[in-house]
Protein backbone atom coordinates (compact mmCIF):
# COMPACT_ATOMS: atom_id res chain seq x y z
CA UNK A 1 0.00 0.00 0.00
CA UNK A 2 0.72 3.61 -0.55
CA UNK A 3 -0.19 6.62 1.05
CA UNK A 4 -0.59 9.76 -0.66
CA UNK A 5 -0.79 12.94 1.43
CA UNK A 6 -1.44 16.49 -0.53
CA UNK A 7 -1.29 19.96 1.12
CA UNK A 8 -1.07 22.78 -0.41
CA UNK A 9 -4.41 23.85 -1.80
CA UNK A 10 -6.34 26.77 -1.00
CA UNK A 11 -7.86 29.99 -2.27
CA UNK A 12 -6.09 32.78 -4.92
CA UNK A 13 -7.37 35.63 -7.29
CA UNK A 14 -7.00 34.79 -10.88
CA UNK A 15 -3.44 35.49 -12.38
CA UNK A 16 -1.44 34.19 -9.04
CA UNK A 17 0.71 31.30 -7.66
CA UNK A 18 0.14 28.12 -5.82
CA UNK A 19 2.32 25.32 -4.72
CA UNK A 20 0.90 21.74 -4.02
CA UNK A 21 2.82 18.82 -2.53
CA UNK A 22 2.11 15.64 -2.33
CA UNK A 23 4.00 13.10 0.50
CA UNK A 24 4.44 9.04 -0.47
CA UNK A 25 4.77 6.78 2.83
CA UNK A 26 4.40 2.73 2.78
CA UNK A 27 5.19 0.63 -0.12
CA UNK A 28 7.72 3.14 -2.03
CA UNK A 29 10.25 0.68 -3.25
CA UNK A 30 10.71 0.05 -6.82
CA UNK A 31 10.37 2.81 -9.60
CA UNK A 32 6.81 4.85 -9.91
CA UNK A 33 5.74 7.65 -11.79
CA UNK A 34 3.87 10.08 -10.07
CA UNK A 35 1.30 12.50 -11.21
CA UNK A 36 -1.68 15.00 -11.00
CA UNK A 37 -5.07 14.92 -11.68
CA UNK A 38 -8.28 17.55 -10.93
CA UNK A 39 -11.74 17.28 -10.73
CA UNK A 40 -13.92 20.01 -10.96
CA UNK A 41 -17.42 19.80 -9.43
CA UNK A 42 -19.88 18.20 -11.93
CA UNK A 43 -17.30 17.06 -13.77
CA UNK A 44 -14.46 13.88 -14.32
CA UNK A 45 -11.11 13.71 -12.97
CA UNK A 46 -9.08 14.68 -15.46
CA UNK A 47 -5.09 14.44 -15.84
CA UNK A 48 -2.90 17.44 -14.87
CA UNK A 49 0.47 16.49 -15.21
CA UNK A 50 3.12 13.10 -14.30
CA UNK A 51 6.85 13.03 -13.68
CA UNK A 52 8.58 9.75 -14.35
CA UNK A 53 10.95 8.03 -11.62
CA UNK A 54 14.26 9.93 -12.05
CA UNK A 55 12.29 12.99 -13.01
CA UNK A 56 13.80 13.69 -16.33
CA UNK A 57 10.67 13.12 -18.12
CA UNK A 58 7.37 14.67 -17.48
CA UNK A 59 4.01 15.36 -19.40
CA UNK A 60 1.11 18.01 -19.12
CA UNK A 61 -2.41 18.21 -20.24
CA UNK A 62 -2.60 20.87 -22.89
CA UNK A 63 -4.62 23.11 -20.65
CA UNK A 64 -1.85 23.58 -17.94
CA UNK A 65 1.18 23.78 -20.70
CA UNK A 66 3.24 26.34 -19.65
CA UNK A 67 1.30 27.55 -16.26
CA UNK A 68 1.75 24.44 -14.22
CA UNK A 69 5.38 22.48 -13.24
CA UNK A 70 5.47 19.38 -11.86
CA UNK A 71 8.95 18.20 -10.04
CA UNK A 72 10.23 15.66 -7.64
CA UNK A 73 12.24 15.54 -4.93
CA UNK A 74 15.46 13.69 -4.47
CA UNK A 75 14.36 10.92 -1.82
CA UNK A 76 11.46 10.64 -5.20
CA UNK A 77 8.81 10.42 -2.64
CA UNK A 78 7.72 13.51 -2.68
CA UNK A 79 6.30 15.40 -5.38
CA UNK A 80 5.21 19.12 -6.32
CA UNK A 81 2.77 21.28 -8.64
CA UNK A 82 3.57 24.72 -8.96
CA UNK A 83 0.70 26.44 -10.83
CA UNK A 84 1.18 29.92 -12.27
CA UNK A 85 -1.29 32.40 -13.87
CA UNK A 86 -4.06 30.70 -12.17
CA UNK A 87 -7.00 30.72 -13.96
CA UNK A 88 -11.09 30.52 -12.44
CA UNK A 89 -11.31 27.12 -14.24
CA UNK A 90 -8.67 25.58 -12.73
CA UNK A 91 -10.51 25.85 -9.68
CA UNK A 92 -10.71 21.98 -8.57
CA UNK A 93 -10.07 19.39 -6.05
CA UNK A 94 -6.05 18.53 -7.00
CA UNK A 95 -5.35 14.88 -6.29
CA UNK A 96 -2.03 13.34 -6.31
CA UNK A 97 -1.79 9.79 -7.71
CA UNK A 98 1.31 6.68 -8.15
CA UNK A 99 1.37 4.38 -11.03
CA UNK A 100 4.00 1.77 -10.97
CA UNK A 101 2.86 -0.01 -14.05
CA UNK A 102 0.14 0.90 -16.63
CA UNK A 103 -2.56 2.83 -14.06
CA UNK A 104 -2.52 4.77 -11.63
CA UNK A 105 -3.49 2.91 -8.25
CA UNK A 106 -3.32 4.81 -5.16
CA UNK A 107 -4.56 8.16 -5.04
CA UNK A 108 -4.56 11.13 -2.26
CA UNK A 109 -7.61 12.15 -0.22
CA UNK A 110 -6.99 15.51 -2.52
CA UNK A 111 -6.89 19.21 -1.75
CA UNK A 112 -9.11 22.20 -2.87
CA UNK A 113 -7.57 25.02 -5.16
CA UNK A 114 -10.31 27.99 -5.56
CA UNK A 115 -9.28 30.78 -8.24
CA UNK A 116 -11.69 33.65 -7.79
CA UNK A 117 -12.25 35.89 -10.91
Known amino acids: QVQLVESGGGLVQAGGSLRLSCAAS????????MGWFRQARGKEREFVAE????????YYADSVKGRFTISRDLAKTTVYLQMNSLKPEDTAQYYC??????????WGQGTQVTVSS
Open 97 to 106: GVKFHLVYEY
Open 26 to 33: GRTLGSYV
Open 51 to 58: INWSGDST
